[in-house]
Each structure stands twice: as C-alpha cells, then as structure tokens.
C-alpha cells in the first residue's frame, strides 16, 4: 500500500519506519528540505518533498505535524487529494480536530498512538515505538467503516493494542493519565527551582536521582507539546489540574494535622491502585 505521512518529526518518524518494514511505500512531506533528506537517508521513507501533491497518490495519509497544525494543514491537504484518500492524524488531542474535519472529510478517522519519548524531531525517531502501546482511534457515526478497517489493520501491523471511544471521551481519558502529569511534573520542576538558598539547589540537583528522573521527565520535554495540550484539551485539562489541587489539599491537611494512619491507609489504596493504570 502507498501511504503518507505529513510531518516526519519523532512520530511521523517512527510510524514511518514501521510501515516500510511491513513492506509499505511510505511518501513523506515535511517542512524542512533537511527534514526530508535525513528521513529518506535514514529510511524512514522512501521519499520525501516539501510539497503536499506528493500525498496525491497515497491510500492513506497519516497527519504527524503539532496539534495546532493538525487542522489547517488537512484543510489544505485535501484541495490536493481524491475523495476516496483515508486521512488519519496522530494528535494527543481528539475532539477540536474530529469536529472541524469531520464535516470536510467523510474519510478522517481521528487517532493517537499512546507512545512517545521526551526527544523530538526525525533524529529521535526509531523502529518499535508503538508496539505494545495503546492507540485509540475515534471513529465518529458518520465515519465509513471501510476506511475504520484498513486504518486499524495499519495500526495492529505496528503491534499496538487498539480502543475506540468518542473523541471527547478521549480527551477526558488522557487529561488525567498524559496531560494532568505533564502539569504536575512541570510545577515539580518549577518548585524545585524556587528553593532560594543556592547551595541546597546545588545539593537537591546532585543527589536526584531515579526518583526525580521518573517523576520530572514528562514536564521536562517538549515545551510546545505542553501549551498545545493545555491550548486544546482546556476544560478537561482544568477539571483534572482542580481536583488534583483538592488532592493535594488533602495531603497537606493529613500532614499537618499529622494523622500518620490516614496518610498510611491513602499510600495504601494507591499502591492497590496503580497496578489499574500501569501494569
Ligand atoms: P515533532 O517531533 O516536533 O514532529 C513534528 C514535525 O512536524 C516536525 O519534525 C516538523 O518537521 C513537522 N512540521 C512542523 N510544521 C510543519 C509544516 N508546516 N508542514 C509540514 N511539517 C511540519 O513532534 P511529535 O512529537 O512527532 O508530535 C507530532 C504529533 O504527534 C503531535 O500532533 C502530537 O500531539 C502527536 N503525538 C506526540 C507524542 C509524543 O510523545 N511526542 C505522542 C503521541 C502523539 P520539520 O522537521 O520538517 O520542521
């Protein structure tokens, strides 16, 4: 099968990988000529422009570039492309973009794959990144199963375990278990650096170790993927950053008021808990 992909930064990268290995032809458009010309060098494509009419002859377009992106790049794509073309995006984000493409493109089918790494761009692109990992896909009433099953049978060739849901649901979904820790572990980080004795920063940084390593990646990547999730997952972001204020409310008071056994029984319950969320 032909397929595209516009945008070949780390997960336009990585799916672009995958699809070759599964004998796909893979058509790559970028921003950058550099861009095109390390994804082909590196074989992640078989070839790359930074022309949209190179995705004309492709069966289905994967849409890689930032969230903000996502929309006005298919609103241009599409003066290029047959009708009979199945789109799909990557984006962290479901609900504004199913809603604005839906009406333009019957056969869009809203994903995202639940995989990732703090580096971006081609270079930190790599075989394997999907295999195991979740990938929704949000496929709304008016959209064309035909299209629903050649997009799932792409998505089960990467190795990832597929859902379905409503891009609202998933929107819900991943404010508490992707974007509410990218808060979380940015405020960590910011809080750390408001410590004013300098040598005690110099002392925290030298001892962190595994700890703080697991707890501040998230908030320590990509910059623009942070504003982009907060820009357009807004009230499901704000829902989940007040309750985990509550949460944390709650913590303060059982410290302070030094109730060592309800603090034990809270440590308690998420220990049982955790294993729901991360296996
Ligand atoms: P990334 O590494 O920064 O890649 C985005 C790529 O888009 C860049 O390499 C850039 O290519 C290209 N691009 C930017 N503007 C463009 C334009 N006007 N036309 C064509 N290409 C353009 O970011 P990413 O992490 O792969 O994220 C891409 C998408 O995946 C986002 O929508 C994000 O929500 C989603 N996603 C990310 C993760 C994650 O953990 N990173 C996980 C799941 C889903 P050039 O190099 O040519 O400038």
Redo the contacts with the bound molecule.
Sequence with gaps: MKIGI?????????LGFDLRSQGHYVLG????Q???EKAIHLGSVDQAS?DLSLLVSAEVVF?????G??VP?IKELITHLPKTTIIT?????KKPIVEAISPLWENFIGG??????T????E??QPHLFVNRPYVLTPIETTPSDGVIIVEEIVRSLGSIIYHCQPEQHDRAVAWISHLPVMVSASLIAACLSETDPEITKLAQNFASSGFQDTSRVGG??P??GV??AQYNRPALLHSLQQYRHSLDEFIHIIEQEKWEMLEEKFKFNQQSRPHFVE
């Design positions: 516009l945008g070949l930064g780390l997960i336009g990268g990585c458009v970028s921003r950058r550099s861009t095109c930074l849409i890689c570039t930032p969230i992106l996502i790049q995006d990557v984006g962290s984000v995202h794959p639940m995989a990732g790494k580096d971006v761009g081609i930190a692109a990547g990509n623009e993927l982009m999730m």
